[in-house]
């Protein structure tokens, strides 16, 4: 069938339920809602089908669904209305929850079931779920009731009616005042709660040393305690604040936009703070707590790496906040990295968290930095190192596992491992043309070497995303695991001492000590790192490349002017 996707944004959903039609072979057109007329216009010359909208903030035209029929996917079970559903559910502690995908009518959210399914919510930030949770339901309920609009059979259950049995209720948006945290009677796991509804948008408002921030993000902290809304300390950019019984770790801000002030966009908390600006309070000195790279396995620290061991195996786990890399974040991972290194283990993997794994350098802090340009060159250099270190790595095997998506310099980083390994419901996006980027950490070795150079073009050159499926079909991957975001680890983990306890796994790093020697001969993986820095380096530092306004438009969430590569 001929498929027509309308998003408010090409969003993570998004591309998953497009990777997941394009896997069907269905024509699939993606069309950015926003404007009704050129809506109409993609429908007229596009004549699809159907139309499937993942990610919708507005109304579809009433002239475009009484003409095709018009799914829309609302991350709420059958009953549920309103724009803030997932908001709400997490907000009031809700363990269980669902999609429904349904037709669109005269009332939002209100047409008629064609699919729905249900999902469990793990206490975790509202972005995780959605990309894990909520997404596998997502992706599920659209591709049954796709099957059951091209069967011509299926009749869908209008909301209404004799038959309607599920209740019925529209919920408001979720607005800040019922967000706001009281930090003098908030407990941390409620204030924990209010964190995760709104990440990553809209985030909280709060007031923080004399301003207005929006808060984005929180982990749990047991042991330190102080005045409640008190800063108490730093870590790996992060601020801790103190609640009612405990205090929260918060790990990204953003300013609140002034009337008619350009749009702001989340930064490190304290890389906000730090740029603050003139006339406002300055971050006042607090100790930076950095948390033990290998703690005892009852610890509950926070911290966004962590090292441990199960026998010959050794797991690095990192986390940053949507996947993007700093230089300073880049630089710390090194550092456990060589510190793994140095660990009597057989199998080391690299990954094992739910979300994200990479997308690549910090756009956001680059935007931020007085001299974006110098900033960029620092950060492709520090991902550069730490997947040298990585291919470099010749005494054990390494795993990367990547329990959600990944990008750029991410898939990039993952590919510098011996294996990789993912979750069913990871999209990958291999490619930089859309930030008008060449690219580097060393993607013209390792990705031309896994799926060959014709499709290395297609990849890089295409920019699309491509599912796990497809990732496995064209051995950009080499594994996929069919299991739920928090299962995800746990099962690397155990496939990993698997591995460990073959008896083919010192022949293997032998041969892949050969392989890269043999490799190494043939061109050096310096002359990868040079080719590749060159052309980044005219783009980073030309102030006319396109690269600077793509960067601009993407942190600041704004249209994108056309790419060049």
Known sequence: MRILLVASAYNSLTQRVHAALRDLRHPVEVHLAGDDGALRAVVRRHAPDLVVAPMLTTALPRDVWSAVTCLIVHPGPPGDRGPSALDWAIHEGAAEWGVTVLQADEVMDAGPVWASEPCPLPPVAKSDLYRGEVADAAVEAVLRAVRRFASGTHTPRPQSGPDWRVPDRTRPYLRQEVRRIDWAHDTTDTVLRKLRAADSRPGVLDELLGAEWYLHGGHPERALRGRPGEPLATRAGALCRATADGAVWIPELRRRRTPGGPATFKLPAVTALAAAGPGRPALPRLPELPAPLMPAEDDPVWSDIRYTERGPVGLLRFSFPGGAMSTAHCHRLLDAYRFALTRPTAVLVLGGGRDFFSNGIHLNVIEAAADPAAESW???????????????????????????????????????????????????????????????????????????????RRLTERAQPVSSAAALRIGLVDRVLACTPQEFGPEAARLARLTAASPTVHGRIAAKKAAREADERMRPLADHRTAELAVMHRQFFDPEAPYHALRAAFVRKLPAPAATA
């Open 378 to 456: 620092a950060n492709i250099n520090a991902i550069d190192d730490l997947v040298e270190a990585v291919l470099t790595t010749t005494d054990r095997l390494v795993v990367a596992a990547l329990g959600g998506n990944a990008a750029a310099g991410g898939v990039m980083l993952a590919l510098a491992a011996d294996e990789v390994w993912c979750r069913r419901g990871a999209v990958l996006n291999p490619h930089y043309r859309l930030m008008g980027l060449h690219g580097s950490e060393y993607w013209t070795y390792t990705l031309p070497r896994r799926v060959g150079a014709a499709q290395a």
